[in-house]
């Protein structure tokens, strides 16, 4: 099953750090689509629950050197 959701990113200071929080979409299988917001300081990550879990994509956030300040659930 898939699911969409978008994370609160703490620590995003400039617009590269959304091209570096996009590439999850590479390094993470189960990702589907990653799309980060520079301006909304915020990450929309689609993914297959089956394969990966949200702490999972959040563990990467946080290996990536970013703080997750919430999950926003549609």
Request: aromatic share 4%; hydrophobic share 40%; with cysteine.
């Amino acid at each position: 099953m898939t699911r969409k959701v978008t994370l609160k990113i703490k620590g995003m200071e400039c617009p590269n750090c959304s091209m570096i929080l996009e590439r999850i979409e590479d390094k993470l299988d189960g990702v589907l689509m990653a799309e980060a917001s520079y301006h909304k300081a915020q990450l929309v990550v689609e993914y297959d629950e089956n394969v990966l879990s949200l702490e999972q994509i959040q563990a990467e956030v946080v290996r990536l050197g970013y703080r997750v300040g919430g999950a926003l659930m549609p």
